[in-house]
Nanobody, 124 residues
Framework: QVQLVESGGGLVQAGGSLRLSCAAS????????MGWFRQAPGKEREFAAAINWSGGSTYYADSVKGRFTISRDNAKNTVYLQMNSLKPEDTAVYYC?????????????????WGQGTQVTVSS
């Protein structure tokens, strides 16, 4: 079984920074892509960032590009989301997800395992 546990969420002022971590179990972590999704109140869960199996390629939603950075440490089975220049519209529950393949998935269908989510609140 695969378990994903997010941490690092919290309350931050607009313009501030926050780093989310996702610790994964299982021996397949280093061979699959990983992603971050977020869900704001009253909205559908949306793609934020993805990273391929090796960490050599990344992809971002337009809404976070230039502000967020996804990275991974395969030796630690951990993926990170560094969030800078945060805006109130970034407020959401952020979910870590493990991909079904090795590439950059942008759809929920491309991920087979999900964390419980961590709340990020950005105040104005």
């Amino acid at each position: 079984q695969v378990q994903l546990v997010e941490s690092g969420g919290g309350l931050v002022q607009a313009g501030g920074s926050l780093r989310l971590s996702c610790a994964a179990s299982g021996r397949t972590f280093s061979s699959v892509g990983m992603g971050w999704f977020r869900q704001a109140p009253g909205k559908e869960r949306e793609f934020a960032a993805a990273i391929n199996w090796s960490g050599g390629s990344t992809y971002y939603a337009d809404s976070v590009k230039g502000r967020f950075t996804i990275s991974r440490d395969n030796a630690k089975n951990t993926v990170y989301l560094q969030m800078n220049s945060l805006k109130p519209e970034d407020t959401a529950v952020y979910y870590c997800a493990q991909g079904r393949g090795y590439g950059l998935g942008t759809s929920r269908h491309e991920y087979g395992y999900w964390g419980q989510g961590t709340q990020v609140t950005v105040s104005s």
